[in-house]
């Protein structure tokens, strides 16, 4: 069966980085759009990041604009998400996500991980 598994949270102070990461099995990773959305208390999930196929392009939310960069490896299947200049409002569990085509809904995605929790103290 698919299984996405990511990696890399933790703690971070305000202004610091991390990377997290997400390796998929069971599917054919080269096929599948790869994004990253998250979760905060008490808030909806939400869209975070996405990159095409091949790593052609990427696309962003508002909100993490020029802070936080997707990349793909798809020789290891994996995805990456580096994440500098965290704030405490990036604090939140972080999905991975594989979609058959480049959505920001969570309503098209195809598959999901189980969340790696981020939390950003000030």
């Known amino acids: 069966q698919v299984q996405l598994v990511e990696s890399g949270g933790g703690l971070a102070q305000a202004g610091g980085s991390l990377r997290l990461s997400c390796g998929g099995s069971g599917l054919t990773f080269s096929n599948y ?62 999905y991975c996500a594989a979609s058959l085509r480049l959505t920001s809904a969570t309503t098209r995605v195809n598959y999901w991980g189980k969340g790696t929790l981020v939390t950003v103290s000030s």
């Not at 808030?43 to 975070?48: L, P, Q």
């Not at 990456?80 to 200049?85: E, F, G, I, P, T």
């Not at 965290?86 to 569990?93: F, G, I, N, Q, R």
């Open 33 to 94: 759009v790869m994004g990253w959305f998250r979760q905060a208390p008490g808030k909806e999930r939400e869209f975070v990041a996405h990159i095409s196929l091949s790593g052609v392009s990427s696309a962003y939310a508002d909100s993490v604009k020029g802070r936080f960069t997707i990349t793909r490896e798809d020789a290891k299947n994996t995805v990456y998400l580096q994440m500098n200049n965290l704030k405490p409002e990036d604090t939140a569990v972080y």
